[in-house]
């Protein structure tokens, strides 16, 4: 179709119309729909929609999320100067916005007024705004304000139509500026420094949120890389209980050596009986879970199906586009009180698979729906629900185990609790602490719309007549000898669940964060766990070394707090760029004072290839890393420390140096840096 304006005015076959904002096409298409009837044409390939509703003519055109970022003329760093521009001019990958565009200039020299009905949010709010102030004329302009796509609430929120939520996009333009100044400042400085030591240049990137998240990830790593198992023993012990062979469970510290053990297996010869200490019966009832907020349900989606929180984000929007549930991208636990629960209700009962469970639902409930809100609130969404409309096609796998998780949660959350009956018994041998457990189900509650959680139960136990003061006899025993382990490693759920209880980050934008470090070849996964790169390490080390405050998740908090604020009218967005400024300034030239050293810092962190470290610098024995004193790199020093210290803890167990050195080799749990040394240290005795 050609760009001029006049032959697109005619082809259209409208002239006073209101040009509607979508942030997306298929949220254009749900909104035309709902505003039925309505005509389809194409300027270039992107679709757009011409509706007559409620005595006005809309035309509906999407954007393709953010058309215009940030950029600046300026070399070199720190710059703070900056402008808007398209940002296909400036990220080639977002070259296929340009067409959407041109369609939205050419739409907007016609329209009588403007309607942005990209998602609520801030990021919604401010991709609306920008086209309509370039292309269009914001006095004229309105806000659409829906949780979700289903023809109803779109066309509800045409017929009360808000004003522009100027606070909202002043949040969002503020977080736009404050992280295109921290990333571009900061990753400049960091490619400085990388080109200065190994005379190329390579794109890297540090973030106000991002690197946070790195160093917690790093500091993680490492304990793990310096870990040394210390060996401990526990004693399982087997009673007779009405004819049936029990297991008791240990509760009590750990042996910590092998004199402890033999003094306690000569106790359980000499009179081999369990002594019950304690007896507690509870009836205990676990209310229904809350309904879902996308934090939620990205780590239901993980524990339950092992989905990535950017994979379960990503397919909760195509579910939202769908009309199937409300909008996702919100930290709200409460239903709204609005909600027609029984008419969704009713709709999810046409579908075959949850026919059953409604109908036991409104058998509960006689048909009353309150649902068990929880204390997490948004302002701008409710939680997340699914709308009772039917998928039009069948769903994808990965998009169905989704969409039933969210609709078994949505159910549960009006469903009674669970009831459970425990027993607990508490039993002394030797002065050593034992415990009894047993579990009976009395109502499964909501555990019949939700079944994603296990109880274990032992009626067996429950229904014993046990007492206290009971002798209960050992029939057998058996020493295990187990070893520390170390923390967990970090995972990209374990990393969104950190970033969310730090409250760096939006529920909306953690996820993604969390995949720019793996694009950035800072974290490499490893089976179902994260692991960290040489160039993840030397991101962390040079901040450490040079800016270490532009890793403190205090500092980016306090920003976070601050952006949030202007949501509610309580700060100015010139204030904290102000603020930010200042900051970023005192830190970069603080690294730029200390550069000095470079090389020397680097190679602290990662191996020399081809490089000079000149004589004067002694490399590890272990890597050939540059070291700071002695004869081994900052890890391996580390890990070398950690062997001697604990070797006392070995000598408990009977173990000399040589035998506790290969042992550390062998077992799985020893830390990398420290079977390394561990390995150098048998070498050098041989």
């Not at 697109?8 to 505003?35: M, S, T, W």
């Not at 521009?85 to 296929?96: G, K």
């Amino acid at each position: 179709m050609p760009g001029d304006s006049n032959s697109l005015i005619n082809r259209l076959g409208v002239r006073d119309y209101i040009l509607v904002i979508a942030e997306k096409p298929r949220a254009a298409q749900k909104i035309a729909e709902a505003l039925y009837p309505y005509k389809r044409f194409r300027i270039n390939g992107v679709p757009i929609y011409v509706a007559r509703w409620g005595g006005s003519v809309y035309v509906i055109a999407p954007a393709a999320g953010h058309l215009f970022t940030l950029d600046t003329e300026d070399e070199g760093y720190p710059t703070f100067n900056f402008k808007w521009v398209p940002r296909y001019i400036v990220d080639r990958d977002a070259r296929f916005t340009k067409k959407f565009l041109d369609a939205l200039k050419l739409l907007a020299k016609h329209a009588q007024g403007f309607v942005n009905a990209c998602d609520y949010d801030i990021e919604g709010s401010l991709i609306g705004f920008m086209i309509i102030k370039y292309f269009g004329d914001i006095r004229k302009a309105k806000r659409a304000k829906f949780s979700s796509l289903t023809p109803q609430e779109v066309r509800k929120a045409f017929s009360n139509l808000n004003e522009l939520d100027l606070n909202m996009v002043e949040a969002g333009y503020c977080r736009h500026i404050l992280d295109w100044l921290w990333g571009i400042n900061i990753s400049r400085m960091l490619m400085d420094f990388y080109e200065r030591v190994f005379m190329k240049r390579i794109v890297l990137s540090a973030g106000r949120v991002q690197s946070p998240t790195l160093a917690h990830a790093v500091d993680i790593i490492l304990s793990r890389r310096w870990h040394v198992p210390v060996p401990y023993a526990t004693i399982d012990i087997f009673i007779d209980l009405d004819g049936n062979l029990v297991k008791l469970d240990y509760v009590g510290e750990p042996l910590t050596s092998l004199s402890d053990v033999k003094n306690y297996i000569e106790k359980i010869k000499r009179a081999p009986y369990a002594v019950v200490e304690s007896i507690k019966k509870e009836y205990k009832i676990v209310e229904s879970p809350h309904p879902f907020n996308l934090p939620d349900l990205q780590s239901e989606a993980y524990r339950i199906y092992k989905i990535s929180p950017y994979t379960t984000q990503h397919i909760a929007e195509d579910l939202y586009l769908e009309a199937l549930i409300s909008y996702p991208r919100t930290n709200s636990q409460k239903l709204p009180s609005t909600l027609n629960n029984q008419e969704v209700l009713e709709a999810l009962a046409k579908n075959p698979k949850y026919s059953e469970l409604v109908k036991k639902l409104f058998t509960e409930t006689k048909g009353f729906f309150k649902p068990n809100n929880g204390p997490a609130d948004d302002p701008a969404h409710p939680a997340i629900y699914p709308t009772g409309e039917a998928p039009r096609t069948r769903l994808k796998p990965l998009h169905e185990k989704i969409y039933d998780l969210i609709v078994r949660r949505y159910l549960a959350t009006f469903a009674k609790p669970l009831r459970l009956l425990e027993l607990k018994v508490t039993l002394n041998v030797h002065g050593l602490q034992y415990s009894l457990s047993g579990v009976k189900i009395l109502d499964p509650g909501w555990l019949k719309y939700y079944p994603f959680y296990s109880v274990s139960e032992n009626t067996n136990l429950v229904d014993y007549d046990i007492r206290e003061g009971m002798k209960l006899q050992i029939k057998n025993y058996k020493v295990r000898t187990k070893y520390t382990k170390p923390e967990p490693p970090p995972s990209r759920i374990s990393l969104l669940k950190w970033m969310e209880s730090v409250n760096i980050g939006t529920e909306a934008t953690r996820a993604e964060i969390i995949e720019v470090l793996f694009r950035r070849g800072y974290l490499k996964s490893r089976s179902r766990s994260v692991d960290v790169t040489d160039l993840g390490l030397l991101i962390v080390f040079l901040l450490k070394k040079f800016a270490e405050d532009l890793l403190s998740v205090e500092l980016t908090r306090r920003f976070e707090e601050k952006l949030k604020l202007i949501i509610y009218g309580k700060a100015r967005c010139n204030d904290i760029i102000e603020e930010a400024k200042k900051v970023l300034v005192i830190y970069i030239n603080n690294a730029l004072r200390e550069s000095h050293r470079l090389s020397e810092e680097v190679f602290k962190v990662i191996q020399p290839q081809n490089q000079d470290i000149g004589v004067s610098h002694k490399k590890c024995k272990v890597c050939g890393r540059v070291t700071e004193s002695g004869d081994l790199c900052i890890f391996h020093k580390v890990a070398y420390e950690n062997i001697v210290k604990s070797y006392e803890r070995w000598k408990a167990f009977g173990y000399s140096w040589s035998t506790y050195l290969q042992k550390l080799v062998k077992l799985r749990s020893t830390g990398q840096y420290v079977r390394e040394v561990a390995e150098m240290l048998l070498k050098e005795k041989v």
